[in-house]
């Protein structure tokens, strides 16, 4: 199993251009989220879905879309980027509802700058 | 609301010395505490994990109890290596009545080791 991958790696975008970001898992996860990290910020969700297309807003949801169009991809869009979205991006999935048991499982992340 | 506090680094140890990482939250009720690693250019994963209060977690030789009186989950290990080096992330994922669960990360404490 590849567990979770993004793609892109890396990305250079100009302000105002659009891009969008890749998660896909293969270990048929329920739960997928969209992270960013900034430096002495810790990791805020940006969106999450509990299931194929749903989708639901989480700490920082601006400036951003999201789709899941299928249950082992979870799309991130940004529309018109802005410097203020430069970041490490991360995709995280689970499988288990149980907040208990519940493990999230990240991918190895996209470094995005914009300019 | 839910928050997470962890002490800032870096933390810079010499092989073998004792490693204390402090984590204290702010929640209601009973959250499931995480602790999660990041190794340099990589994703985060689950490094251990306790779900009640007095639960201990542990996971290649670091430990963390769950202090419900202090509101605290600190992370020990015993004698670190060089290859222990990444940033150190405590969560939580709070009570949820929908049955599905969010983190909230802390802001990372970066670990260095030295020979």
């Known amino acids: 199993n590849a567990g979770v991958t993004q793609t892109p790696k890396f990305r250079v975008l100009k302000t105002g251009q659009s891009m969008t970001l890749l998660c896909a898992q293969d270990?048929?996860?329920?739960?997928m989220y969209w992270y960013r990290q900034d430096p002495g910020m810790g990791l805020r969700l940006i969106h999450y879905?509990?299931?194929?297309?749903?989708?639901a807003k989480g700490e920082v949801p601006d400036g951003y879309n999201v789709s899941r169009l299928k249950k082992q991809n979870f799309l991130l869009g940004l529309e018109s980027a802005a410097p203020s979205q430069t970041s490490v991006y991360f995709c995280?999935?689970?499988?288990?509802?149980?907040?208990?048991?519940?493990?999230?499982?990240f991918g190895p992340g996209t470094r995005l700058t914009v300019l | 609301g839910n928050s997470v506090t962890q002490m800032e680094g870096p933390v810079t140890l010499s092989e073998e010395a004792f490693l204390t990482i402090n984590c204290t939250y702010t929640?209601?009720?009973?959250?499931?505490l995480f602790w999660y690693v990041q190794y340099p250019g990589e994703g985060l994963q689950l490094l251990l994990k306790?779900?009640?209060?007095?639960d201990k977690g542990s996971n290649k030789g670091f430990e963390a109890t769950y202090r419900k009186e202090t509101t605290s989950f600190h992370l020990e290990k015993g004698s670190v290596q060089v290859s222990d080096s990444a940033v150190y992330f405590c969560?939580?994922?709070?009570?949820?009545?929908?049955?599905?669960?969010?983190?909230?990360f802390g802001k990372g404490t970066m670990l260095l080791v030295s020979p």
């Open positions: 995280a999935s689970s499988y288990s509802r149980d907040y208990r048991t519940d493990t999230q499982y």
């Open positions: 270990m048929n996860h329920e739960y």
């Open positions: 879905s509990v299931g194929e297309g749903t989708t």
């Open positions: 929640a209601t009720g009973y959250p499931s």
């Open positions: 306790a779900t009640k209060a007095d």
């Open positions: 969560a939580l994922s709070p009570v949820m009545n929908s049955g599905y669960s969010t983190l909230t």
